[in-house]
């Protein structure tokens, strides 16, 4: 999860288990063509946004995509993620998975003032997430399709609960089933959405572990293709910058199923990639949408719209700005 997905993801703990707010399917107040009256032309607004910020920077497509995954995972699908910090609450942001890792929050922020220009306190934050992401993948050569919308945004986030739930690049694949089974997420799904690591990078902090002291071994984990270690050691020495970055497949900015091809040769970035192969109960589905590309897609598809019905039944609101609650109403004096 997860540097999307599984490493949408950072530190890992058995306290994952421990969820504060349980997480339910969404409501059947969420359905296509939620806006349809109300803001016609979100979906299109939306699309423009993100297609000029991947023009811009073609690395904001996945980590645009990204942000559903660590949004939906932690206490459902509210836009808790887009909060920042206040001196009341420690939001998500600096979560051990997010901090110096999640990027593209400005894009969001693009977004929002677009849809407030035009349909003031109409379109959620959450959606705006559930949007950019379908978009992203799309613009990025990948499927397209009917995403739910009606979701609102919620009221506080929790550092805590990201940090307890979101899993680490180090995970292996028998965590990972586990862990996405508590969101009624099977293991074609889990490995279905790992295929976002199909576009964007990752750090080298994120890798070390793999490529001098694999497992506590003080070796590499000898599930990397030789020629490819030689590839990473370079990039990543051990005394290194970690925050520098790899590719996270062969074809980083285009959507496909290049990944899973990288993972069958043993040229997976992630550890929690590489795991997908090398155990027996995910492999077969790995080594399916390697040689199938159209069922990789269709099996991506289903996972994000299951992955998107995820919601905490928390109070919540419609936010004017994605990092901030809104404040009271206010009142306007009348002179007579």
């Avoid at 699309?47 to 942000?67: D, T």
């Amino acid at each position: 999860m997860f540097t999307l997905f599984l490493p949408f993801l950072l530190h890992l703990t058995t306290a994952a288990a421990a969820r504060p707010t349980t997480t339910t399917a969404a409501s059947s107040s969420v359905q296509p063509g939620f806006y349809s009256e109300t803001c016609p032309e979100a979906e299109s607004t939306v699309r423009q946004v993100i297609k000029k910020a991947m023009i811009r920077e073609p690395r904001n497509g996945a980590s645009v995509m990204r942000l559903q995954f660590h949004d939906c995972f932690v206490n459902g699908c509210d836009g808790s993620l887009l909060l920042d910090d206040t001196p009341d609450m420690l939001g998500e942001k600096l979560a051990l998975s997010n901090i110096n890792s999640l990027r593209s929050f400005e894009v969001i922020d693009e977004v929002k003032e677009a849809l407030e220009n035009m349909c003031p306190a109409t379109v959620s934050c959450a959606d705006i997430i559930v949007m950019a992401a379908r978009d992203a993948v799309a613009l990025s050569g990948g499927p397209d399709w009917t995403v739910k919308l009606g979701r609102k945004d919620s009221l506080t986030a929790s550092q805590e609960d990201s940090n307890n739930i979101m899993p680490s690049p180090r995970a292996n694949a028998s965590y990972l089933i586990e862990l996405f089974g508590k969101f009624n997420l099977s293991v074609k799904d889990l490995v279905a959405l790992s295929g976002s690591h199909s576009i964007g990078k990752a750090r080298c902090f994120s890798i070390v572990h793999r490529l001098y002291n694999q497992s506590g071994t003080g070796q590499p984990d000898p599930a990397i293709e030789p020629r490819f270690r030689e590839k990473l050691d370079k990039l990543c020495p051990p005394a290194g910058d970690q925050n520098v970055t790899g590719d996270l497949d062969a074809t980083p900015e285009l959507f496909d199923n290049q990944y899973f091809k990288d993972l069958v040769s043993g040229r997976g970035f992630l550890n929690s990639d590489e795991t997908l192969f090398t155990f027996v109960e995910t492999r077969k589905w790995v080594a399916r949408f390697s040689e199938n590309e159209d069922e990789f897609f269709e099996a991506f598809v289903e996972g994000m719209i299951k992955m998107g019905d995820l919601q905490s039944g928390r109070p919540e609101e419609i936010r004017r700005n994605c990092r901030v609650v809104n404040g009271p109403p206010k009142h306007t004096s009348l002179a007579y």
